[in-house]
């Protein structure tokens, strides 16, 4: 009995021991400095909004109705540097939409106009058409929208809150999308005349916020966007509406995406700022004792950079071919493995990690983008098409220099469906153009 007593004895005593260890090299001096990459990141700092930045404009859509947009604009610009002068927010604030709601503007019969996804569901054109017809006329609150729209696309710069965090509020990014429906279908019921350059006009605004943001939900809905303008350009081919000129002019302007437009890393940095407020959040409100003894804040940023945000800028690199392949291969790269949970430095924070942050799933993200791509690829096959008047069709394409970018051969044709697509890498969108 003694000798298990005094067995016990010894094993408490070393337990006691191992936390302690534990607690000495969780001490706030053994907090690691901060990566430089990490560092930068914390350090942004919000930049007043000046009048040729496009992000006020495009939240002041939604606003203040009986106004002027450009006297909607500016009360959204200052609000948004008023938040950045007195705490650095440069968003609008939950306090600030709940103030704006009564100055909202009505977009329901928007809504029902354009109730399709370009990105995911087919014929969204001629159902944005069909429910045009339907409601014979736009009500006032819908054509100031669709005014304001004409307006927005006129901004040639673009730069967007940095300091947002999990938990704020987005603006209302969905309205200007669905005006854009609207806008761009209504422009070419009226004036057919002019339309290519006002889709042009259209396609580079969107490209613009494509490479100029820092926030995940704003690619995603400049992705959409530009989604739009390949769907309604192809109904406007597919309807007669081009001449030779115009056709030629679009395929001079219509360019696959740029490395800066198609990539996500630079996004995916600045949103790492908002899970920096997230960690802050979690130590300073952790209730367990022990929990906070084990936890270096520091020491978990860096591994939260280097486990889910650096792996993603060597995803970047890859061309559409090398995504695909990897991608069938199962050899997408992975996060690096996190140490156990129980190791002696910052148990809590890796805990943390494998809990709240990992593994991200941005496969679907990179791959709409690399499906964005070929998707201009093949909207500049249709335009070939229909320039040799869609004659002997599949020999068109057999020879065309327009190939999936992902095999690098021919992209593909229903000639029952009269459809020219490709197998999109995220699996919930579709990729293909009517003929």
Not at 2 to 12: C, E, P, Q, T, V
Not at 17 to 43: H, M, R, W, Y
Not at 203 to 215: D, E, G, P, Q, T
Not at 365 to 371: C, E, G, K, V
Request: with cysteine.
């Amino acid at each position: 009995m003694k000798k298990l007593f005094k067995a016990l004895l010894i094993l408490i005593g070393m337990m006691a021991v191992l936390f302690v260890v534990a607690v000495i090299v969780n001490l706030s001096v053994f907090d690691e400095e901060l990566l430089p990459e990490v560092q930068a990141i914390k350090d942004l700092q919000a930049k007043p909004y000046q009048a040729d930045n496009a992000y006020p404009a495009l939240i002041a859509m939604s606003y203040y109705p009986d106004e002027p947009y450009q006297s909607a604009t500016k009360k959204i610009r200052e609000r948004l540097n008023q938040n950045i002068s007195t705490n650095g927010q440069d968003f609008l604030t939950t306090h600030d939409q709940e103030s704006l709601k009564s100055l909202e503007v009505d977009d329901s019969q928007l809504t029902d106009i354009s109730r399709c996804n370009t990105r995911k569901e087919k014929n969204c054109v001629i159902k944005y058409l069909s429910n045009l017809n339907k409601q014979h006329t736009l009500n006032k609150a819908t054509q100031t929208l669709v005014n304001r729209y004409e307006q927005l696309i006129d901004y040639s710069h673009f730069s967007e809150a940095t300091q947002m965090e999990f938990d704020t509020v987005l603006p209302p990014l969905s309205t200007p999308l669905r005006t854009q429906r609207v806008f761009l279908l209504t422009q070419w019921l009226k004036n057919k005349t002019n339309f290519v350059p006002l889709i042009i006009k259209d396609l580079n605004f969107w490209r613009m916020m494509l490479k100029n943001n820092s926030l995940l939900i704003t690619k995603m809905i400049s992705n959409a966007a530009i989604h739009n303008d390949i769907q309604i350009l192809a109904y406007a081919i597919h309807s007669g509406g081009l001449n030779d000129s115009e056709l030629i002019e679009l395929n001079n302007q219509i360019t696959g995406l740029s490395q800066k437009e198609k990539g996500l890393y630079p996004t995916l940095q600045s949103e790492m700022k908002g899970s920096m407020g997230f960690l802050d959040a979690y130590k300073n409100e952790n209730q367990d004792l022990i929990g906070k003894l084990l936890y270096q804040p520091q020491a978990t940023l860096n591994l939260h950079y280097i486990a889910n945000i650096k792996p993603l800028n060597s995803i970047d690199d890859l061309d559409s071919k090398k995504i695909y392949d990897s991608l069938l291969s199962n050899t997408w790269p992975e996060k690096p493995n996190l140490k156990s949970a129980v190791s002696l430095y910052n148990p809590t924070g890796k805990l943390f990690l494998n809990t709240y942050f990992g593994p991200p799933m941005y496969h679907d993200y990179f791959a709409r983008m690399h499906d964005l791509n070929a998707m201009l690829v093949l909207l500049k096959l249709r335009i070939e098409l229909a320039l040799n008047n869609d004659q002997n069709i599949a020999t068109l394409i057999k020879n065309s220099n327009h190939k999936n970018p992902y095999t690098e051969k021919s992209f593909d044709y229903d000639a029952e469906a009269q459809t020219i697509g490709f197998a999109c890498l995220d699996k919930t969108s579709v990729c293909e153009i009517s003929l």
